[in-house]
């Protein structure tokens, strides 16, 4: 037994003090061997060896963990609370720190706004919620009193079996009231979901999408569906009725087509014309890359070192138009006061264009013959309006009211279709209590701090 702990102490010199031990190691060997022809060392040498303390080799000792180990860099760093277990195995280590409550949250608990459709039939105004992942349906005259702290919507539809995730594009079937909710950011799908559903209820039927799909419009004499796709920019179009992996019809994208981060779209049947909203995030790509194995792809093509701003945009096309087709005209400049154009809503009925200018705070309205820098015509924008980072219009013709959907104050607000300047909305439909900031955080890939400004900075 004495034997045996000696042997232990020489193994720790060993492993704590490499010079002590080489020289317990020599003794054990039988001493040094001795060489009249070897120079003696000029540097530090050993003079004494000194044994330490008697150790309890009876209780557990430090095990010697390989490299390869997978659990000694997390547990290192990610260190119990003082007073834990001796006995926590990295498995309860990890479960600590995931089920650890945040200090703070930064988190927007109440429906935003992002999209806005009509349900003339049954006089519902139906709105897509982007932060919750909802689409809410309200009876048409609604108005939320200043006083109150929400109107509650006649039916909701959410929940994980919905498959309803940063949903941006919303279409109401004027036949049957079938609601259409493009996904935009995650899922690549678009649902469609019966007027009579609610709750965590699934969709009657899916369309797989290019992944980025936007917005939505639908030639219901053609039974034709168009969505935008962000990146790479395009417009596709299938048969109303696709659904699962069906492939569009026909596709519009290529250079000559100048879509630059495509979002809004409308179509003017009367007159045969394709109206698409542009971001201006542009680049060039490479048609023959753009295909893979006969189908498009959403981020193949982009030629290195094309990426550029360039400025907002409405593109006009004929509503047959595809492949690499350039516009018929252009509405852009700084007399358009473009600025991040969101969704938009052609009015066939008096030739009018009306744009969602998330960036201006406004709502735009040009003819839908317009051309090149040209200034709308009317402009709603300023504090009595209410709007704020509008991006949904829509346009009842039956009751000659404009309905915008604004991000930026949990609000729907409804005004004169013939409004103009700063002026008060008619009715407004609020998912918040007055003056309730709106966060409009969606879908954060990092978050960053800024230590001059003490700001954080969250991407979107």
């Known amino acids: 037994m004495i034997k045996s702990k000696q042997l232990m102490q020489r193994v720790l010199l060993f492993g704590i003090v490499p010079v002590i031990a080489l020289a317990s190691l020599i003794v054990l060997a039988g001493g040094p061997a001795t060489s009249n022809n070897l120079p003696l060392a000029s540097g530090p040498r050993l003079v004494s060896i000194q044994a330490l303390p008697e150790m309890d080799t009876s209780g557990p000792m430090c095990q010697l963990m390989p490299a390869a180990a997978s659990e000694t860099l997390y547990a290192a760093l990610m260190q119990a609370p003082a007073g834990a277990s001796a006995q926590a195995t990295p498995g309860d280590l990890r479960n600590a720190i995931k089920d650890r409550p945040p200090l703070r949250v930064i988190k927007d608990p109440y429906p935003t706004y992002s999209a806005v459709a009509m349900d003339f039939t049954h006089d519902e105004i139906v709105l897509l919620d982007e932060n919750l992942f909802q689409v809410m349906a309200y009876d048409r005259t609604a108005n939320t009193p200043a006083s109150a702290t929400m109107t509650e919507p006649k039916r909701v539809i959410g929940g994980h079996n919905t498959k309803i995730e940063f949903n941006c594009g919303l279409y109401i079937d004027p036949k049957n009231g079938d609601i259409y909710a493009v996904n935009n950011d995650t899922l690549d799908t678009l649902v469609i979901f019966n007027r009579e559903a609610k709750g965590d209820v699934p969709p009657t039927r899916e369309l797989s999408t290019p992944h980025r799909t936007y917005g939505i419009a639908v030639d219901e004499v053609a039974e034709e569906m168009f969505l935008t796709v962000q990146d790479a920019p395009q417009v596709v179009v299938y048969k109303k009725s696709a659904s699962g992996e069906d492939r569009p019809i026909r596709v519009l994208r290529g250079n000559k087509t100048l879509l630059a981060d495509a ?44 990426g550029r701003f360039v400025a907002p945009s409405i593109s006009v096309y004929p509503i047959k138009a595809e492949g690499d087709t350039a516009p018929i005209r252009v509405i852009s400049g700084p007399k358009t006061k473009l600025d991040w154009p969101a969704h938009i809503f052609v009015d066939e009925n008096h030739g009018d264009l009306y744009v969602a200018n998330d960036g201006g705070h406004s709502v735009l309205v040009f003819k839908t013959t317009d051309s090149g820098d040209v200034a709308p015509y009317r402009v709603i924008s300023g504090p009595k309006s209410n709007i704020k980072n509008p991006t949904g219009v829509h346009v009842d013709p039956k009751n000659d009211e404009l309905v915008v959907a604004n991000m930026g104050n949990h609000m729907a607000t409804v005004y004169p279709r013939t409004a103009n300047g700063d002026v008060a909305p008619k009715r407004v439909i609020r998912a918040a209590p007055l003056d309730t900031p709106a966060l409009q955080i969606g879908n954060p890939g990092a978050v960053a701090y800024d230590t001059k400004r003490d700001e954080i900075l969250v991407p979107n």
């Open 263 to 306: 979002h809004g779209l409308s179509l003017d049947t009367k007159n045969g014309w394709m109206f698409v909203a542009n971001y201006g995030n542009a680049a060039d790509y490479n048609e023959q890359t753009q295909r893979q194995g006969g189908q498009v792809s959403s981020f193949g093509g982009r030629v290195p070192g094309s």
